[in-house]
Structure formats: structure tokens, C-alpha cells
């Protein structure tokens, strides 16, 4: 499966990264579609933070008389602390909706299983159903499973479902993206696979909604 250097991406927007690893992770953006949208806001959101922090030059409170600098004295500090907390408030707002932001397109990606495609022999089924596309690709031995989907409903929950040796199982679970896609890889002990289910989170594989193979 592709490894994608979120942790080094988000470092390198710090600028905590030595000259090889930032080289590194410039080459893998390069070919990375996902990758370089993630480099770019990492670098755009580390800019509007640094614009929160800007300092902003505080102007006398012109209610204050200039007879009374003790007041003056008291008042300005409460200013002061009152600015930095609104500041520091905004600044923690903007980390946490990037942090959110960052997640979700991590759930966005679609995962491939990489190297099972490449150095296994496999075959694959259309589940069909009254919505949606899905297929199952498995290893001719049935040793891994990946299932592919598009037309879900956005966010929705879904279980993929296994008959081997005439037991019907829960295999694992996926979540529809933005787009209606999305993917579930999955290990196993090989084995004949005569079932492939995808049904809505809560539904039976026997559900109309279902999509099946065969």
C-alpha cells in the first residue's frame, strides 16, 4: 500500500526538516496528486497563522483623560492581556480547523493496495445492486480481498460481507467519501471466497439495498 509522509509534511511546513527529507518529500509530492494538495495548505494554513501573530500596534484609549496616567497605567495592561488571549484563542481555532481539515482529506484518499496487485495473480467480481458500482478483486487463492466502490452515499457506513466454505461473515467496513467512493483492503487465510457482499452499516447482505456477487 502507498505510504504517504503526512507527519514529514506537516514538519516540513515547520521547517524542522534536514535538506534530505525535505528533498524527499518534495519528490514524492511531485508524483503524489493527494500529497502535494496536503504540502500546499500545510504551507498556506502555517501563513495565515503567522498572520494571526502578527502584532498589532495598540492605540491609547482616547476616553481615558491624559490627567490620569494611574488609570491609564492600570487599564492599558488589561488591554494588553485582553488582545493576546483573543490572539492566542484565534491561533489554537485556526490549528484545530486545520488539524480537522488535514484529517478529513487523509479520509478522502483512496488507498491501492499496492504491492498485492503487483505481485499477486488475482481475479474480479461485479457486486451488483439497485445503486451504486462496486467490484471485489481477490488473490486467486483468495489470500487478500479489495473491494472498490463508487455511487455510495457521501459519509454513509457500509460492512462488506464474506461467504467462504458456505459461513457468511463480516469481513471489514468502509466509509463513503465526498465523491461516493471509496475502498476496503483486507487480509485473510486463502480459501475458496463464494460471496461478496456490500451492504449500509446496520443492513443484512440479504438487504434490496445490498450490492452482491454472484
Known amino acids: 500500500m502507498t505510504q504517504h509522509p503526512y507527519d514529514e509534511i506537516e514538519a516540513f511546513a515547520l521547517g524542522s526538516l534536514d535538506d534530505q527529507t525535505q528533498r524527499a518529500v518534495l519528490d514524492h509530492a511531485d508524483t503524489c496528486p493527494s500529497c502535494a494538495v496536503l504540502l500546499a495548505d500545510a504551507m498556506s494554513g502555517l501563513g495565515a497563522l503567522a498572520a494571526l501573530e502578527t502584532p498589532r500596534p495598540l492605540e491609547r484609549d482616547l476616553a481615558l483623560p491624559f490627567t490620569a496616567p494611574a488609570v491609564a497605567a492600570r487599564v492599558t ?21 486545520l488539524l480537522f481539515w488535514n ?20 481475479i474480479h ?45 463480516r469481513a471489514s467496513t468502509l466509509t463513503a467519501n465526498r ?36
Open 179 to 214: 465523491n461516493g467512493q471509496a475502498t476496503a483492503y483486507m487480509e485473510q487465510t486463502a480459501g475458496a471466497i463464494d460471496a461478496v457482499a456490500l451492504a449500509p452499516e446496520g443492513k443484512d447482505p440479504s438487504d434490496p439495498s445490498a450490492l452482491r456477487w454472484p
Open 77 to 97: 495592561p488589561l488591554r494588553r492581556v485582553s488582545l493576546s488571549a483573543w490572539a492566542a484563542f484565534a491561533a489554537a481555532a485556526a490549528c484545530l480547523a
Open 103 to 122: 484529517v478529513q482529506l487523509r479520509n478522502e484518499a483512496i488507498s491501492v493496495p499496492v504491492g498485492a496487485l503487483v505481485h499477486s495473480h488475482f
Open 125 to 169: 467480481h461485479a457486486l451488483r445492486g439497485p445503486s451504486a458500482s462496486a467490484k471485489a478483486i481477490q488473490a486467486v487463492d483468495g489470500h487478500w480481498v479489495y473491494v472498490v466502490a463508487d455511487g455510495l452515499s457521501p459519509g454513509a457506513r457500509y460492512v462488506v460481507w464474506e461467504t467462504r466454505a458456505g459461513a457468511t461473515t
